[in-house]
Nanobody, 119 residues
Framework: QVRLVESGGGLVQAGGSLRLSCEVSGSIPRGSAMAWYRQAPGKERELVAGITSAGTTNYADSVKGRFTISRDNAKNTVVLQINSLKFEDTAVYYC?????????????WGQGTQVSVSS
């Protein structure tokens, strides 16, 4: 059973920083991709940042230069460093792990952690 647990959310002032962590328990393949998504009130969930098992990263245009995703494959953790927070970054942030079993894509989500930015 794969389980994802996020931590590190909170309330910060605009311009501040947060570090979100996600611990993955259970067995996942070495080739698993990891990502952070977010969902603001009234909006759809969107990809914020992703990282492959080889360390290749991608970011949403709105967070480039401010967010950094990293992972520790030995510990099965993924971290999102968030700097220069803006009010519009307020959302619930979700950790995601996905991988293929033969031709079937398996996707797992954490419970989410709230990030609130005061202007």
């Amino acid at each position: 059973q794969v389980r994802l647990v996020e931590s590190g959310g909170g309330l910060v002032q605009a311009g501040g920083s947060l570090r979100l962590s996600c611990e993955v328990s259970g067995s996942i393949p070495r080739g698993s991709a990891m990502a952070w998504y977010r969902q603001a009130p009234g909006k759809e969930r969107e990809l914020v940042a992703g990282i492959t098992s080889a360390g290749t990263t991608n970011y949403a245009d709105s967070v480039k230069g401010r967010f950094t995703i990293s992972r520790d494959n030995a510990k099965n953790t993924v971290v999102l460093q968030i700097n220069s927070l803006k009010f519009e970054d307020t959302a619930v942030y979700y950790c995601n792990v996905n991988f293929f079993v033969l031709i079937t894509k398996k996707t797992y989500w954490g419970q989410g952690t709230q990030v609130s930015v005061s202007s």
